[in-house]
């Protein structure tokens, strides 16, 4: 079984920062891609940023320059710094990951932890 959970989600105002984190755990033999998605109250779940393996990443328009999507492959940890928050970034935050363990390779999600950016 391969788990992942986020942590660092709260309340802040516009113009501050969050950084979350996503813990991997498991019988996991080696963890590929990893991502942040979120998804805001009527509205589809949507790509926030990802990171291969080897680091390279690519974010959605609307966080660019704003949020820096990070990992320790040790660790198993992902992370996403956020800054600038803006009231629109309000959401849950779902990390993912694409994971090969014991039992195979499959995409893992965590259960979400909410960021709600007060004007």
């Known amino acids: 079984q391969v788990q992942l959970v986020e942590s660092g989600g709260g309340l802040v105002q516009a113009g501050r920062s969050l950084r979350l984190s996503c813990a991997a755990s498991?019988?996991?033999?080696?963890?590929?891609?990893m991502g942040w998605y979120r998804q805001a109250p009527g509205k589809q779940r949507e790509l926030v940023a990802v990171i291969t393996s080897g680091g390279r990443t690519n974010y959605a328009a609307s966080v660019q320059g704003r949020f820096t999507i990070s990992r320790d492959n040790a660790k198993k940890m992902v992370y996403l710094q956020m800054n600038s928050l803006k009231p629109e970034d309000t959401a849950v935050y779902y990390c993912?990951?694409?994971?090969?363990?014991?039992?195979?390779?499959?995409?893992?999600w965590g259960q979400g932890t909410q960021v709600t950016v007060s004007s």
């Open positions: 993912t990951g694409d994971v090969s363990s014991f039992s195979g390779r499959g995409d893992y």
């Open positions: 498991g019988s996991i033999v080696r963890i590929n891609g």
